[in-house]
Nanobody, 124 residues
Framework: QVQLVESGGGLVQAGGSLRLSCLAS????????MGWFRQAPGKEREFVAG????????NYADSVKGRFTISRDNAKNTGNLQMNSLKPEDTAVYYC?????????????????WGQGTQVTVSS
């Protein structure tokens, strides 16, 4: 079992930045690909960014490309999402997730573990 806990969410003005972290416990995260997802009120949960277990491959949703950066530190069992140039439409609950698949996937059902989420609110 892997437990994931997100942190770093909050309220920020448009154009600002936040850095989300995802701390894993229970098992090493180094064998799992990781993904960040978000869910806005009344909308489905959507893929934001993904990174393979080694960090060698990264993928972003078009809506965040060039503004968000995903990374991981396997030695610290953590994943991070640096979010810059935030927009009001980025407002959502952000979740990190881990999958035993070797590759990045945007399919929610293929993720084995999920965090509880952290709220990000961007004011205009």
């Amino acid at each position: 079992q892997v437990q994931l806990v997100e942190s770093g969410g909050g309220l920020v003005q448009a154009g600002g930045s936040l850095r989300l972290s995802c701390l894993a416990s229970g098992r090493t995260l180094s064998t799992y690909a990781m993904g960040w997802f978000r869910q806005a009120p009344g909308k489905e949960r959507e893929f934001v960014a993904g990174i393979t277990s080694s960090g060698g491959n990264i993928n972003y949703a078009d809506s965040v490309k060039g503004r968000f950066t995903i990374s991981r530190d396997n030695a610290k069992n953590t994943g991070n999402l640096q979010m810059n140039s935030l927009k009001p439409e980025d407002t959502a609950v952000y979740y990190c997730a881990a999958t035993s698949l070797g590759s990045i996937t945007r399919s929610l059902r293929l993720y084995d573990y999920w965090g509880q989420g952290t709220q990000v609110t961007v004011s205009s």
